[in-house]
């Protein structure tokens, strides 16, 4: 086939799939699978390997411990490049793990009303898992992919990727270009830029008093907590995009005692990759300063994103993208994100990275969140295309 034909064979294949496309991402809204909810993730992976396992295509299972377990699905393509790049793989990447609680699908089931379908995960990130494995699909049937593809499916992206990250960058250190299907935006747009994120706990130590008969013995944990929070908020610096928030505080043991103990937690968002160091530095010298004098502190890091970056090859990536989708009748606008998502730590191993390439929703991480069931079939397109066309954008 001619790289037009099979063009036309895939989109025009793809265009018959939408009901098919349901009924996975139907079992897939069903089962449930928060992040930490090993066993759940594992069920959703299952579905992805029965359906990789009708279309003959091969799976492999990278075991992980806590989380998820890591799948790889591989479609062989053309392995003699043009372009002279010898990093050959096209990652086509997705999460399987949601925020929401043990239950919340038999809570709130899938639902399709009026071309809009609701669920937990349904777009963040189910549907985005069911168009890559379509593509996949799409390629071993009719074959015309320019090189490797690989369908990375994690299991914890939503708590920082703590064990899945090793796996993606590993990933991402051989991949040509990877698209990381989040949804979607509102208005059908991708992500060409994302915040980094460092979330971590500091842990106070005070020491216990009668704050009425022996007050002054006391060492008030929650005063260090209260002067350490407005210390940490003030390293915010709006015009540069660092934000410091702490977004929760414990501590304390009854109102007439001095407080032995507190803890706070907090997330720092930034936007250049370099003003990480600078901003944890900052941060550790105020968790090892006593401001109230016999208090001893530390900090721990629960997890972190890296920065989704616009390097010159993933401008390439995306005008190459927003031509591809155009002709599926999209049209595409980049967007930058305060969130996180694990195309940062893709792109951060220098790999060219597109992300929220999914079918479209909003209001993820909330009962209201949605799927616009009709840009399942057109976003399943633009990617194809945009595979197809890789070697002639010389990527
Ligand atoms: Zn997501």
Known sequence: MT?????????????????AMLRVLEAMVNTDGGSYDK???????????????????????IPQETYGDCLKARVAG????????????IVLM?????????????????????????????????AGLVMNMFVLAAFKRFGGAPGPLVGLFTGDEEIGSPEGRAVIEATA????????????????????????GVFSVFDIEGKAAHSGGNFEAGVSAIGELAAKITALHALTDLARGITLNVGLVAGGQSVNTVA?????????????????????AKIHAIIDRAYVPGTRSRLTIKGEFLPLTQTSSAAKL?????????????????????????????AAVGAPTICAVGPVGGKAHSPEEYLEVASLVPRAQAMARAILRLDRAGL
């Open 3 to 19: 790289a037009a034909s099979t063009e036309s064979t895939i989109t025009a294949w793809l265009a018959t799939q939408q009901e």
């Open 39 to 61: 066993a759940g993730v594992d069920a959703v992976g299952r579905i992805v390997q029965d359906f990789m396992a009708e279309q003959g295509i091969p799976v492999e299972v």
């Open 78 to 89: 053309g392995e003699a490049l043009s372009s002279g790049n010898e990093k050959q793989q």
């Open 94 to 126: 997705g999460h399987r793990d949601t925020v929401f609680p043990k239950g919340e699908p038999t809570r709130r089931p899938f639902r399709i009303e009026n071309g809009i379908a609701t669920g937990p995960g349904v777009a963040d990130m189910k």
């Open 173 to 196: 250190r051989e991949a040509r270009v990877v698209f990381n299907s989040e949804p979607g935006r509102p208005n059908g747009g991708v992500v060409t830029g994302r915040k980094g």
């Open 260 to 280: 032995p103990w507190a803890q706070g937690q907090i997330d720092l968002r930034y936007k250049e990759p370099a003003d990480r160091d600078e901003v944890m």
């Open 318 to 346: 995306f005008d190459l993208y927003c031509g591809a989708a155009g002709e599926s009748g999209l049209s595409i606008t980049g967007e930058f994100s305060g969130g996180c998502a694990d195309s940062g730590f893709t």
